[in-house]
């Protein structure tokens, strides 16, 4: 299995720049569909953005296309979300997730046996 551990997150001001990173350990990186979720106050977990194996596929919800980009170096076990013009909208818990399941089946938490312990970004208006 896969130790999963996030950093990056911190307190920024609306329109300010962010890039989350979530260092893997344990099995091979590259075997892994990966993905960051985030929960608001009061809200349910939902899919951010997700990447496959190789990196070549991505997708992403639709509040922060055009603003936010995954990534992953497998070379460094690593996986980024760079965070643009940041609203207090974004503010929540990230958290990065990975799953072995076919990255077109994974676009839902039940589809990740793997999680981070999370990051809290607070953006102020």
């Known amino acids: 299995q896969v130790q999963l551990a996030e950093s990056g997150g911190g307190l920024v001001q609306a329109g300010d720049s962010l890039r989350l990173s979530c260092a893997a350990s344990?099995?091979?990186?590259?075997?892994?569909?990966m993905a960051w979720f985030r929960r608001a106050p009061g809200k349910e977990r939902d899919i951010v953005a997700r990447?496959?194996?190789?990196?070549?596929?991505?997708n992403y919800a639709a509040s922060v296309k055009g603003r936010f980009t995954i990534s992953r170096d497998n070379a460094k076990n690593t996986v980024y979300l760079q965070m643009n013009s940041l609203s207090p909208e974004d503010t929540a818990v990230y958290y990065c997730?990975?799953?072995?399941?076919?990255?077109?089946?994974?676009?839902?938490?039940?589809?990740?046996?793997?999680w981070g312990q999370g990051t809290q970004v607070t953006v102020s208006a």
């Open positions: 997730a990975a799953t072995t399941r076919g990255y077109y089946s994974a676009y839902q938490e039940a589809s990740y046996a793997y």
């Open positions: 344990g099995r091979t990186f590259g075997d892994y569909n």
């Open positions: 990447i496959n194996q190789s990196g070549s596929l991505t």
